[in-house]
């Protein structure tokens, strides 16, 4: 996928996969959840592999890719 497409993507999604951030930390980008959701999809690498690549927590990747695949296949589908 090529920059432009993945920018076309984000932008049909943002609203609904941007989380929103608090007092006590800063959410993960709706970008950074997009880009994460599409290289395991494309990989199948486990959530651990990806954590290393993404420097996002395993337990959040855990959460952050399903709610992210339900809302390309909800919406986009």
């Known amino acids: 996928m090529d920059h ?3 920018m076309e993507l984000l932008g049909l999604m943002k609203d609904d996969i941007q989380k929103q951030d608090t007092h006590l930390r800063e959410s993960v980008s709706a970008k950074k959840r997009l880009a994460a959701t599409l ?3 494309v990989t199948g690498n486990s959530y651990r ?3 290393f690549a993404t420097r996002i927590h395993e337990s959040t990747i855990n959460v952050m890719i399903p709610q992210v695949c339900k ?3 909800q919406d986009y589908w």
């Open 39 to 41: 290289c395991y999809l």
């Open 71 to 73: 809302a390309i296949f």
């Open 4 to 6: 432009n497409n993945f």
């Open 49 to 51: 592999d990806l954590m």
